[in-house]
């Protein structure tokens, strides 16, 4: 038995567990129903848990169509994550019973009388108010996770930045540069709504465009239907793109070599080229403008902890000395504070991707939160130490839940300046 079967297994057991456990509340709760409704209830309560369930194995172990995948996927996910937030109410109901019945074993027989009779006075006991206090909380990640699906997956926003280095030759003032990052384009279901978003970009005119990995979720084949609207993004500087922790196949093929593998990524480095996407693989490039220069270096992914190492930065940098600026593509940001803020001062900005924002969160012009900023300590947006800079792109598109709360999918347009990047605040919008 495989670590991917067991898994499901314990997982769909715990489900069981929990809505046995859930269920048995819910029928002790006064809800002025008739008995045929309750067994009639009992039966859509098992019904539909079984059924997903079953639906669970038979999308991830066969092979069936992207949607209905997708439909059973994302049924199972909301409705696990609504029964995980009744459960505190439920448990918190019955310490409180457990606590109120061992109090009672040392109480006299008057005692015990007057609380029974004071139970009557009350029209709504505690424990039915808290049941039903939490079964509609647990209607809430359910509502918004839904509005974020129907309403927020593809719901781009251009942010806007202008980005000061102090080296930035003259004839590089005023270039505009824009960033996609992470489009997984295996989770998209929505062709239109996909091209709305890159003639969102087109329509920035930028001169340079950068993308900072992740083009698919596993396998090349998901560009199938989207190379034709991605090859789209030209600019007259160039298309530079960097590879994501998910463009090598790991996920779908194991992290150790093997020819089908090999294969997957030759063809992802394909599309790259078929679209017209300079793919920099630990290599660089140079810009130039009325005879001033600079250098776009891009590496292969680097990340921290589970994330595999690929990049190497030392070769992406030869023959970049002289350059007055570098801007670093690198797709995970934990690669600024671990690798390029310690050993490289000489790289000027870095434009990273990878967290999506955890695809949830709270954006306003004064604040942002998302539990993302709990996994990685840059998570989105600008980020400065000396005069070192970071973006983190929170992606165009989405991997796993099919849509976002709170954090929309970004296109991020910079406007180049000559200046002290300390001018501006951590995170300008």
């Known amino acids: 038995m495989t670590n991917r079967i067991l898994g499901l297994i314990i997982i769909s057991i715990l489900l069981l567990i929990i809505d046995f456990y859930i269920l048995k509340a819910l029928k002790s709760v006064k809800w002025k129903w008739k008995p045929k409704k309750y067994l009639s209830f009992s039966k859509i309560w098992w019904g539909y848990t079984i059924i997903l369930i079953i639906g669970v194995f038979i999308s991830i172990f066969f092979n069936i169509k992207f949607l ?39 109480l006299t027989k ?164 078929n679209m017209g996407w300079d793919l920099l693989l630990n290599e660089n490039r140079t810009i130039k403008i009325s005879g001033e220069e600079i250098s776009i270096v891009g590496i292969e992914n680097w990340g921290v902890g589970r994330f595999a190492k690929y990049g190497k930065l030392d070769e992406a940098l030869k023959n970049t000395d002289d350059k007055p600026v570098k801007l670093l593509l690198s797709h995970d940001p934990s690669h600024w504070r671990a690798q390029v803020l310690a050993n490289y001062p000489q790289i000027d900005a870095m434009f990273s991707g990878h967290t999506h924002g955890m695809q949830f969160g709270i954006v306003t012009e004064q604040f942002q939160w998302s539990p993302a900023q709990y996994v990685y300590k840059e998570w989105s947006g600008r980020y400065q130490e000396g005069s070192q800079q970071l973006y983190v792109n929170v992606g165009y598109g989405f991997l796993g839940y099919p849509g976002r709360v709170g954090m929309l999918p970004e296109i991020t347009i910079f406007e180049l300046r000559q200046g002290d990047p300390s001018s501006i605040n951590e995170h300008n919008s």
């Not at 996910?77 to 074993?105: C, E, G, Y």
């Not at 808290?130 to 593809?154: E, F, H, N, R």
């Not at 930028?206 to 993308?211: A, K, R, S, T, W």
């Open 68 to 106: 209905f995948r997708t439909i059973i996927l994302v049924s199972f996910f909301l409705t696990f994550v609504s029964k995980i937030f009744i459960l505190p109410f439920l448990m918190f109901d019955d310490l409180r019973r457990a606590f109120i019945w061992t109090k009672r074993k040392y």
């Open 110 to 273: 008057s005692e015990k009388e007057h609380i029974d009779d004071s139970k009557k006075e009350n029209a709504i006991p505690r424990s039915e108010f808290l049941i039903k206090t939490g079964t509609l909380i647990a209607a809430l990640p359910l509502g918004s996770l839904s509005y974020g699906i129907v309403s927020s997956a593809y719901d781009y926003q251009i942010k806007k930045q202008v980005l000061y280095l102090p080296s930035l030759p003259k004839a590089f003032e005023g270039i505009t540069i824009a960033q996609l990052s992470d489009i997984h384009s295996g989770s998209f279901y929505d062709r239109k709504a996909v091209l709305g978003g890159v003639e969102m970009l087109l329509k920035e005119k930028p001169e340079l465009v950068f993308f900072t990995g992740d083009l698919v979720n596993n396998l090349a084949s998901e560009m199938r239907d989207y190379q034709d609207i991605f090859s789209k993004v030209k600019a007259p500087l160039g298309v530079y793109s960097v590879l994501g922790n998910h463009d090598y196949g790991d996920y779908q093929f194991g992290f150790g070599p093997s020819a089908v593998k090999a294969k997957n990524l030759a063809d992802v480095k394909a599309t790259h080229k």
